[in-house]
């Protein structure tokens, strides 16, 4: 707003319709935000956008191999979102005469399954594989030589990627038990046992792909899979070459605001509003304009937490860049970087 505040003081004529949507319950899964602005946008006749930018990936100043640049992760795809609830069902009795496996041992036998890696990696097949051919453009040797010939490598990096965390979200469905109830007294076998799996889905896979893969990974007719409350399918890739107006707008305006900052395509690996407008455009983008280190990713839904004054003014300025560079039929080249 405060961006669009000052294009209005100066008198900025918008050639386009330009709309901002804000929803105010995007962690409880936007229903009564997004979802309404987005049947507000039916009930005016809107049809379609030219593209549309929501919150999302950052700009990195580390954690890539071999790049020394700033690294600005344009989400271009994200990942669904799926909740499986496991129950297992036993023979309720004392404990001091137990059988020989209950409703507990039968279900934390299947939960152990669920290692972070247990679903297959899709390294190669999505974005993350165009993110490792642009930082060949701007690595340093040997990693120029490995990013450049990932035919070879390709590899040997899923399995580099699949040992972190932050990385191992990029190249599959992550697989995360979250819930676990089971028992009521200390000295009684309880009849049923349950847990709670969260995936975040890769774009190559889809819901139905996941419960397969879950059904077959346990191996246990003796435990019951069924979806827990709602899910999102992944969102469809959307085009982020040369020639995308929205993708190019929002390279151009980052690299206006952060000096020497090379521009990835990436996977939102959370979950973003922006299912709610997908009917509206396929070119959709999650971006969030602040300049952070890996180690400050942690400050997210955790304590303190916060950004600097200076990201807070890179992100009026970028949205400033956003307006104007959106204003117009086609991109014009870089000359400078300027300011408001």
Known sequence: MESLEYLLRNNFQ???????????????????????????????????????????????????????????????????????????????????MPTYETSITTLAKAVSKFTSDAHNHFFGYGPEKRMFEEFALYASYPYKLVYSNLWMFGPILAK??????????????????????????????????????????????????????????????RIELKIKGDYIEPHPISPYGSDSFGYETIRKSIQQVFDNTVVIPAIMVAATDTRWY??????????????ITQEETKLFHGHNERITIDNYLK???????????????????IKVKDEF
Do not use: C, W
């Not at 330009?18 to 409880?28: S, V």
């Not at 190249?171 to 076998?189: C, D, L």
């Not at 070119?283 to 300049?291: D, E, L, Q, W």
């Open 160 to 221: 580099i990627m699949s040992g972190k965390p932050t990385s191992n979200a990029l190249v599959r469905t992550t697989t995360a038990p979250t819930i676990i109830n089971g028992g009521f007294k200390e000295n009684v076998m309880p009849s049923e046992a349950t847990a709670v799996i969260n995936h975040r889905i890769h774009p190559m896979q889809t819901v139905s792909d996941v419960m397969e893969y879950d059904r077959k990974l346990i191996n246990d007719e």
């Open 14 to 96: 918008f050639q386009r319709s330009f709309y901002i949507a804000f929803g105010h319950d995007e962690e409880g899964m936007g229903q009564d935000g997004a979802q309404e602005i987005a049947k507000t946008f039916v009930r005016k006749g809107i049809k379609e956008f030219e593209f549309l930018l929501d919150e999302g990936m950052f700009v990195f100043s580390d954690g890539f191999p071999g790049i020394t640049q700033p690294v600005a992760l344009v989400a271009v795809a994200e990942k669904g979102f799926l909740s499986v609830i496991l129950r297992s069902n036993g023979t309720v009795g004392h404990s001091s």
């Open 278 to 291: 997908l009917k509206f455009t396929k070119s959709v983008y999650r971006f969030s304009p602040a300049f």
């Open 315 to 333: 992100v009026v300025n970028f949205y400033h860049h956003i307006m104007i560079n959106s204003n117009r039929q086609h991109l014009d080249p």
